[in-house]
């Protein structure tokens, strides 16, 4: 019978990887390579975290030159975060494993290409990245993330490549019309749609923050199924402060058709981060 672990990271082993990424505030900045200009979107990163943080201080949009200035967005601040946590992911392959989530989980944000790369560390064997770029409209999800699943020593990293970017949190209240994106994860096509619904306040560690409300939904009913829907509520900066996540899908593998499941609540534990 193959192995399987489920083994979780301690939050100072995140702040460490942190730490060793981030450049002195007094370290000038090497100039960014021809080819990140080129192309905002960096190689997804499938080890420790390790790209360059030009600066800890938060990104923010230029003002524009119009007369009527819109609201003007600031990113997340770089650091890693700490949520509360519950949930689980399993496989029903070869009798079945489940690996459950530790209480608490991290988010780490780095400075990366036009905005800034956030990955979501569950378990050493499970991991998520996304990226966040500000425009004129708000903050966007970009077309390039990676979802990262390791089974029975079998280490899966999948690259999911979109065809446009999606507004999570727009600058105006009136939400946007939502967006059907044409993705693949791997050679398999992945077709979410995204809709940014009402906003809303939480409260974090006492602190009232105003949250957009996103939901992101996949119904895929052929053979290879996919039912997933994620409701994100996102801090004006783009940071999750809460995320739930209901998935379950089919999938061809060596050893016949695997169901996977997914179960995940996040709830951020502070707005201040760690660094």
Not at 47 to 59: C, D, K, L, N, Q
Not at 138 to 147: K, N, P, R, V
Not at 167 to 174: A, D, G, K, R, S
Request: net charge negative; with cysteine.
């Amino acid at each position: 019978m193959p192995r399987d672990r489920a083994s979780e990271i301690e939050i100072d082993e995140v702040v460490e990887r942190f730490r060793a990424s981030t450049v002195p505030l007094d370290t000038e900045p090497a100039a960014p390579p021809t080819s990140a200009i080129a192309s905002p979107i960096a190689s997804p990163i499938t080890g420790p975290i390790t790209g360059p943080i030009t600066s800890s201080a938060p990104v923010s949009a230029a003002p524009p030159t119009t007369e009527l200035a819109r609201p003007i967005a600031t990113l997340v601040e770089p650091g890693v975060y700490v949520y509360g946590t519950s949930g689980f992911e399993s496989i029903d392959a070869l009798s079945g494993v489940r690996h459950d989530y530790p209480a608490e989980t991290t988010i780490t944000v780095i400075v990366e290409g036009c905005g800034v790369l956030l990955r979501w560390d569950a378990l050493q064997e499970r991991s998520e990245e996304f990226r966040l770029c500000l425009t004129p409209a708000g903050i966007e999800l970009q077309t390039q993330s990676l979802q990262y699943h390791e089974f029975f020593d079998q280490e899966t990293p999948e690259t999911v490549v979109c065809d446009v970017p999606v507004l999570l949190v727009p600058v105006v209240n009136e939400p946007p019309e939502p967006v059907a994106q044409i993705c693949t994860i791997e050679d398999r096509p992945w077709l979410p749609v995204w809709e940014v619904l009402e906003p809303d306040v939480r409260d974090v560690d006492g602190e009232s923050v105003d949250v957009r409300h996103v939901r992101m939904t996949i119904d895929d009913n052929d053979h290879n199924f996919e039912h997933y829907v994620a409701d994100w509520l996102l801090a004006p900066s783009g940071l999750p402060i809460e995320l739930s996540v209901l998935k379950q899908s089919r999938s061809s593998s060596v050893v016949g058709d695997v169901v996977y499941d997914e179960v995940v609540e996040l709830a951020l534990v502070s707005v201040d981060p760690l660094r």
